[in-house]
């Protein structure tokens, strides 16, 4: 009865829109995870053996999505830790499969593509996604740039005039607060050959209070500025983060989504077919489907890249071009299509990709049925 009580609570609680309160009381105890939802045996073990190597926290609002009794749960297996995290090879938890630390000329600037750049601005997120690529850095201290880390980015920016576009990512860069945000804005619109800002967010996913007509406004100023979130499953599609999308789009700013492809989460054509379509409900278009990467922690949410093709396959004709991703590998070479034109082959456990620019990469990709 004492958890009801408690579950109730938190209910009226998960609804504060107040994307600071929803920060400060993300859920990290064991103890108010079991108010909320019965934790399994695996998932309890996993809270205690990832400790230290990679951290979980949850916003009282993301936890409201939660299943209280499925432990399949698309938003439970998104972000409270599981035993199989464990079970992979954990040397490669901090690794960076995409190279990207080569690609820095300076630090948290990644020069990948000639006329564009990612900047990883903050490493903190409103939750801790299990599956994070950038684990290396959301997964242990958090920390956003301040004013000074920045100039030696901006230097960069400034003498670079091949670059045109320039991508704030993370962790997530909403982590910021408006008035960083807006210096950070101002300072790279004052670089006249950088025609375009994109950010790519979970916010309006984890903490859709985050986006306020305040937020909207300031970015507005900015413009062009692109925003690209990473909704995984319709069930994350909610009035509170619709608003959040609505707020966006009206202030003309074009919405995309980037999914990861997820086992047992979204790896099935109904399930991917209800989310884009959803999307574009809410005028986002689905962007890119992510094969899940090679990284520590993460074996049981990847799929083969075959089943990734199929579904994509599954998806063509049955809903319109421009709800439809396009599924790619990234790569240190960049993003490659998963389609017949970047598919090349399997040898083994192997499967060989080839780049835009021609480039062969040969990707980990076991066939089901062994471990590896
Ligand atoms: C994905 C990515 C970009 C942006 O690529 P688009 O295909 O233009 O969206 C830029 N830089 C890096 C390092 C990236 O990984
Ligand atoms: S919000 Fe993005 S960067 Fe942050 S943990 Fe989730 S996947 Fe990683």
Redesign the pocket.
């Given at each position: 009865m004492q958890s009801d009580t408690g579950a109730k609570h938190f209910k009226n609680l998960s609804d504060r829109a107040d994307w600071r309160w929803q920060m400060k009381h993300r859920i990290r105890t064991v103890g108010e995870l079991r108010d909320l939802i019965d934790l399994t045996p695996e998932e309890e073990a996993g809270i205690r053996t990832s400790a230290g190597v990679f951290r979980w926290g949850i916003t009282p609002y993301y936890a409201s999505l939660m299943d209280r009794s499925d432990p399949q749960c698309p938003v439970r297996r998104q972000v409270i830790p599981h035993i199989d995290e464990m079970e992979d090879d954990i040397d490669l938890m901090a690794a960076d499969p995409?190279e990207?630390e080569a690609?820095s000329p300076v630090k948290n600037l990644?020069?990948?593509?000639e006329d564009?750049?990612?900047i990883c601005v903050s490493s903190e997120c409103a939750a801790n996604c299990r599956f994070c690529l950038r684990k290396r850095m959301t997964g242990s201290g958090v920390s956003s740039l301040k004013r000074k880390d920045f100039q030696p980015i901006l230097d960069y920016l400034s003498f670079h005039t091949e670059i045109r576009?320039v991508?704030l990512t993370g962790g997530d860069p909403l982590s910021l607060d408006d008035d960083h945000l807006a210096w950070l804005l101002m300072k790279i619109r004052a670089i006249p050959h950088i025609d375009i800002i994109?950010i790519g967010s979970r916010y309006p996913v984890l903490n859709p209070f985050r986006i306020t007509p305040g937020l909207c406004n300031m970015l507005a100023g900015h413009h062009p500025v692109w925003f690209n979130t990473h909704f995984n499953h319709p069930k994350e599609i909610t009035p509170q983060s619709a608003r959040a999308l609505d707020l966006l789009s009206r202030a003309g700013i074009p919405l995309g989504n980037q999914t990861v492809l997820l086992k047992g989460i979204n790896d099935n054509s109904h399930t991917l077919r209800e989310l884009f379509h959803k999307l574009v409900t809410y005028r986002v278009r689905p962007?890119?489907l992510y094969q899940a990467q090679l990284l520590g922690g993460t074996r049981h949410f990847r799929t083969t890249i075959e089943h990734g093709m199929q579904l994509m396959e599954s998806l063509r004709g049955t809903l319109s071009g421009f709800a439809i991703p396009l599924y790619v590998l990234?790569t240190p070479y960049?993003?490659v299509p998963l389609t017949p034109s970047g598919f090349r082959g399997r040898s083994g456990d192997y499967v060989t990709v080839q780049s835009y620019r021609r480039h062969i990469w040969k990707e980990y990709n076991p066939l089901p049925g062994k471990k590896g």
């Open positions: 995409l990207e690609h990644i020069h990948n593509y564009r750049v990612a576009d991508l994109r962007y890119y990234d960049g993003k």
